[in-house]
């Protein structure tokens, strides 16, 4: 057995800052959506789905797109369901498939909770950047997702009303 690389110093603490800076981020968002009456995992499902095609996704495609497995996504959907924040119906082009529609209920309260959720992430994070920095940490990002196997996720594009 080999003796594992250690992190020296330097590492340890860039390590334990971003490990700070996780947590700083995550608690200000769920905190704001808490505001909103809802969750962070809720909110990661309504997103997608504001910015469908007829507010319309196949299950699959939505946990390909958030990087969750298939009981994960099939609880938070009951959930979700049970609350009157979207629906599930069969797919019409292939009986083994299911789509999740987002409701108008659903709709609402991404709307409402959207401007908050870019405020905090301005507030917590961007305002917190130099225009420099904001390149660096993008490309630092995407390579540190890749490196995790996380480069593959189909992020689209939304449109851009907002």
Same mark, same amino acid.
């Given at each position: 057995m080999t003796e594992p690389r250690?992190?020296? /110093?330097?590492?340890?603490?860039?390590?334990?800052?971003? !490990?700070r800076m996780q947590r700083a981020?995550?608690?200000?968002?769920?905190?704001?959506? +808490? *505001? =909103?009456?809802?969750?962070?995992?809720?909110? *990661?499902?309504?997103?997608?789905?504001?910015?469908? $095609?007829?507010?319309?996704?196949?299950?699959?495609?939505?946990?390909?797109? !958030?990087?969750?497995?298939?009981?994960?996504?099939?609880?938070?959907?009951?959930?979700? #369901? *049970?609350?009157? !924040?979207?629906?599930? *119906? $069969?797919?019409?082009?292939? =009986?083994?498939?299911t789509m999740v529609r987002l409701?108008?209920?659903?709709? #609402?309260?991404?709307?409402?909770? +959207?401007?908050?959720?870019? $405020?905090?992430?301005?507030?917590?994070?961007?305002?917190? !950047?130099? /225009?420099?920095?904001?390149?660096?940490?993008?490309?630092?990002?995407?390579?540190? =997702?890749?490196?995790?196997?996380? =480069?593959?996720? /189909?992020?689209?594009?939304?449109?851009?009303?907002?």
């Open positions: 250690w992190l020296d /110093p330097q590492e340890r603490r860039m390590w334990r800052g971003y !490990l981020v995550d608690v200000a968002l769920g905190r704001q959506l +808490a *505001e =909103a009456g809802i969750s962070r995992p809720d909110y *990661e499902v309504l997103v997608p789905l504001s910015e469908a $095609d007829g507010r319309t996704l196949r299950v699959r495609d939505l946990a390909s797109w !958030l990087g969750w497995d298939r009981s994960r996504i099939s609880h938070q959907l009951r959930r979700m #369901e *049970e609350r009157g !924040l979207i629906t599930r *119906e $069969d797919c019409v082009s292939d =009986a083994r498939g409701t108008d209920k659903g709709y #609402e309260i991404t709307v409402t909770a +959207a401007p908050g959720q870019v $405020d905090t992430v301005r507030r917590v994070l961007f305002d917190q !950047l130099g /225009p420099g920095e904001i390149d660096q940490l993008t490309t630092i990002a995407e390579r540190v =997702a890749g490196a995790a196997g996380y =480069a593959h996720l /189909p992020y689209p594009e939304p449109d851009e009303r907002r």
